[in-house]
């Protein structure tokens, strides 16, 4: 099995989220197959997890010199305050006991430094990866009771606001049936012979010259101290007619820069070149889904 063969989730990660320089602290990085790659963009990745034996292989396999991986007794994060500039969260926060989740999370903003961000990639819907583990138990099986619990978490995070959701999607690429059997299907032969059947027919039809192609959903959100609320204003389209000036710098307030804008000015009080009681703005969606888009004024409200 080949998880991710196109790199999609450093490329999505290292675009929404500065980590050139960076101090970088990973949180559930199991063997360690994102923290490489965060290391070649970071000046310093620790990387921690609860679970010893998938650290073991980590430290097999990663040997970069600007990576630690350490141990996370009881899942805790103990590190002195503002030690970091990024934490990530890389598909790990689900994993999470529920009832660990907030405090998880209100650890990690406290590791950060000013301007520090936390990066959370979830397991998002669609795809036939996806597919198959909610309809057969493939792999960990059907996660959207602790996905959503994750997404909740997120957004109850006092005085942090979520950026906007970006959904990619992730390929897995397995040799056969077999391949995917063996290495996601524990206990397969012991199934009724109609389930059976009805997984080879699943997996066949997703079968290639590569081999069997399946994808799965994926949701990325950048966490920024401060928080966002609508009030009213123009469109969208009026918005993108102007320029605004972002620690310095012009650029066209495009739909990207826009929430860009949103996210990294933390305390919006006034954004040169930007009359904020007449800007278009998405702010983190309470049902803990999606962004919502509205027309509004940014309001500081930390
Ligand atoms: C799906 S794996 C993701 C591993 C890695 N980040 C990746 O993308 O390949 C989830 C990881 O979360 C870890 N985990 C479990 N409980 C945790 C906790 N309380 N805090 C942080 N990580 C935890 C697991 O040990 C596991 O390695």
Redesign the pocket.
């Known amino acids: 099995m080949l998880q991710d063969p196109d790199d999609t989730y450093i490329a999505t990660i290292a675009a929404h989220c500065d980590l050139l320089g960076k101090e970088v602290l990973e949180?559930?990085?199991?063997?360690g197959?994102?923290t490489r790659d965060l290391a070649r963009h970071a000046a310093r990745v620790v990387a921690v997890?609860?679970?010893k034996g998938?650290l073991a292989k980590a430290r097999a396999t990663a040997p970069a010199a600007t990576v630690r991986f350490l141990p996370?007794p009881d899942?805790v994060l103990d590190f002195p305050p503002a030690s970091f500039d990024v934490v990530i969260y890389?598909?790990?926060l689900h994993?999470?006991?529920p009832d660990?989740m907030d405090e998880?999370l209100r650890t990690a903003a406290g590791l950060l430094r000013e301007g520090g961000v936390i990066v959370v990639v979830e397991p998002d819907e669609g795809g036939s990866f996806t597919e198959a583990k909610e309809r057969f138990g493939a792999g960990?099986g059907d996660e959207r009771p602790a996905r959503e619990a994750a997404i909740r978490a997120m957004h109850g995070l006092e005085g942090w606001s979520v950026g906007e959701t970006v959904r990619f999607r992730v390929r897995f690429l397995f040799a056969d049936e077999d391949d995917f059997i063996a290495s996601k299907l524990p206990g397969f032969g012991e199934q009724p012979e109609a389930h059976r059947r009805t997984v080879r027919e699943f997996l066949a039809r997703h079968r290639t010259a590569e081999g069997i192609v399946l994808d799965a959903g994926r949701r990325l959100n950048v966490l920024r101290r401060g928080s966002l609320q609508l009030i009213a204003g123009r469109t969208a389209q009026e918005f993108n007619q102007r320029k605004v000036r972002l620690h310095g710098r012009e650029m066209p307030a495009d739909q990207e820069n826009k929430s860009v804008q949103l996210q990294t000015v933390g305390p919006i009080r006034s954004v040169p070149g930007v009359d904020l009681e007449r800007c278009f703005i998405r702010s983190p969606s309470p049902d803990c889904r999606s962004s919502r888009e509205g027309s509004g004024r940014a309001q500081n409200v930390a």
């Open positions: 949180v559930g990085c199991g063997t197959r994102i997890d609860p679970d998938a996370m899942g890389t598909l790990s994993h999470v006991p660990q998880s960990s």
